[in-house]
Antibody, heavy 118, light 110 residues
Framework: EVQLVESGGGSVQPGGSLRLSCAASGFTFSSRTMHWVRQAPGKGLEWVSYITSSGTTIYYADSVRDRFTISRDNAKNSLYLQMNSLRVEDTAVYYC???????????WGLGTLVTVSS | QSALTQPASVSGSPGQSITISCTGTSSDVGAYNYVSWFQQHPGKAPRVMIYEVSNRPSGVSNRFSGSKSGNTASLTISGLQAEDEADYYCISYTSSKIVVFGGGTKVTVL
């Protein structure tokens, strides 16, 4: 079964850090560009970051650049998002998704909730 | 990079057809045929309905179709059904090599 499972979400105070993980199975993880997408409560989808299959190319949304770091371990079929200097506005469900070909995002994980609050 | 522009809401009666627009610029929607559409039911993860402007993944009903003209992409749902009531998002690859979502459209089946 093709599957992505996120973990690592939780509650943190402003300025804190969290590391999200995404475990992939059922497809050739090492050949896919991977993305993180988030959705604030009651809001729309927001692209966060992507990393190419080999990990050599990385891009970030302006809203998270210099605070978040995306990485991957192809040997472990895993994607990561290190989130530092968290802000209240980073509160969201974070999804990982696989890019089959230029924004053909499939599959998606079920998401993990990150809550930043004092 | 600004979000793509979608109508906040679209509604239709069962059996009717509706079209959702997604307007960008010559640097995103107009630049490439890399536009996808996603359906999201409340509390669920998004699901791809259309990729590369007009391609339907296996398992997606042929009632869903996509097109593009200039800087505007469109998703049409024909033969509207109650199960189509959901939020729909477009996304495009951009010339800056990042991606951008639309703001989302809530589809209501009357």
């Amino acid at each position: 079964e093709v599957q992505l499972v996120e973990s690592g979400g939780g509650s943190v105070q402003p300025g804190g850090s969290l590391r999200l993980s995404c475990a992939a199975s059922g497809f050739t993880f090492s050949s896919r560009t991977m993305h993180w997408v988030r959705q604030a409560p009651g809001k729309g989808l927001e692209w966060v970051s992507y990393i190419t299959s080999s990990g050599t190319t990385i891009y970030y949304a302006d809203s998270v650049r210099d605070r978040f770091t995306i990485s991957r371990d192809n040997a472990k079929n895993s994607l990561y998002l290190q989130m530092n200097s968290l802000r209240v506005e980073d509160t969201a469900v974070y999804y990982c998704t696989s890019d089959r070909n230029y924004v053909w995002f499939d599959p998606w994980g079920l998401g993990t909730l990150v809550t930043v609050s004092s | 990079q600004s979000a793509l522009t979608q109508p906040a809401s679209v509604s239709g009666s069962p059996g009717q057809s509706i079209t959702i627009s997604c307007t960008g610029t010559s640097s995103d929607v107009g630049a490439y045929n890399y536009v996808s559409w996603f359906q999201q039911h409340p509390g669920k993860a998004p699901r791809v309905m259309i990729y590369e402007v007009s391609n339907r993944p296996s398992g997606v009903s042929n009632r869903f179709s996509g097109s593009k003209s200039g800087n505007t992409a469109s998703l049409t749902i024909s033969g509207l059904q109650a199960e189509d009531e959901a939020d729909y998002y477009c996304i495009s690859y951009t010339s800056s090599k990042i991606v951008v979502f639309g703001g989302g459209t809530k589809v209501t089946v009357l």
